[in-house]
T-cell receptor, first 111, second 113 residues
Framework: SQQGEEDPQALSIQEGENATMNCSYKTSINNLQWYRQNSGRGLVHLIL?????REKHSGRLRVTLDTSKKSSSLLITASRAADTASYFCATNPGGYNKLIFGAGTRLAVHP | DGGITQSPKYLFRKEGQNVTLSCEQN?????MYWYRQDPGQGLRLIYY???????QKGDIAEGYSVSREKKESFPLTVTSAQKNPTAFYLC????????????FGPGTRLTVT
């Protein structure tokens, strides 16, 4: 069963614009992670935010976590064409030592 | 150069044949995972292993089998019992069985006709 669901399913923007993707989940979590996947490739870990954290930054990435709303957002600032990829959130239902991935947001950044 | 390798990148098989996908890691990780990805969907966990000679079924284990005879290797066999085997298969590892970061291989695209 899907734990995390990303929104929107697809996002198309111009270079230089910001991209925001959202993830909602259903049960309590230990942490929430964001991964990136280029077409036909493996996933690359971007950032992990723990349940007791509210915001985290990594370069042009900003992740927020609202455990009361069971949601997270990933913001990519000043996007580049190279940011074109699918972005997945991954969560772990409380007590399980495994990750459950959402269906992803497909981001297209046009030059 | 540390990482996870999967081979081959593309694999074609006839229906009714078993096929084994390779996954090797030199990260000295204890835990390894196999996921299946279908178009427009997230990853679904097939099997995972937290240590050599131990593995557990994930959410969609039917029609698949694995072995973990060496720490570095976690091959996945897609058997003829798997009703819809055409998919993109991803192997991952982590230092230990936990919910922290996983490291992914490049994937194998399996097509069964």
């Amino acid at each position: 069963s899907q734990q995390g669901e990303e929104d929107p399913q697809a996002l198309s923007i111009q270079e230089g614009e910001n991209a925001t993707m959202n993830c909602s989940y259903k049960t309590s979590i230990n942490n929430l992670q964001w991964y990136r996947q280029n077409s036909g490739r493996g996933l690359v870990h971007l950032i992990l935010i723990r349940s007791n954290e509210r915001e985290k930054h990594s370069g042009r990435l900003r992740v927020t976590l609202d455990t009361s709303k069971k949601s997270s957002s990933l913001l990519i600032t000043a996007s580049r064409a190279a940011d074109t990829a699918s972005y997945f959130c991954a969560t772990n239902p409380g007590g399980y030592n495994k990750l459950i991935f959402g269906a992803g947001t497909r981001l297209a950044v046009h030059p | 150069d540390g990482g996870i390798t999967q081979s081959p990148k593309y694999l074609f098989r006839k229906e009714g044949q078993n096929v084994t996908l390779s996954c090797e890691q030199n990260l000295n990780h204890d835990a390894m995972y196999w996921y299946r990805q279908d178009p427009g969907q997230g990853l679904r966990l097939i099997y995972y292993s937290q240590i050599v000679n131990d593995f557990q079924k994930g959410d969609i284990a039917e029609g698949y089998s694995v072995s973990r005879e060496k720490k570095e290797s976690f091959p996945l066999t897609v058997t003829s019992a798997q009703k819809n085997p055409t998919a993109f298969y991803l192997c991952a590892s982590s230092p230990r069985l936990s919910t922290d970061e996983q490291y992914f291989g490049p994937g194998t695209r399996l097509t069964v006709t």
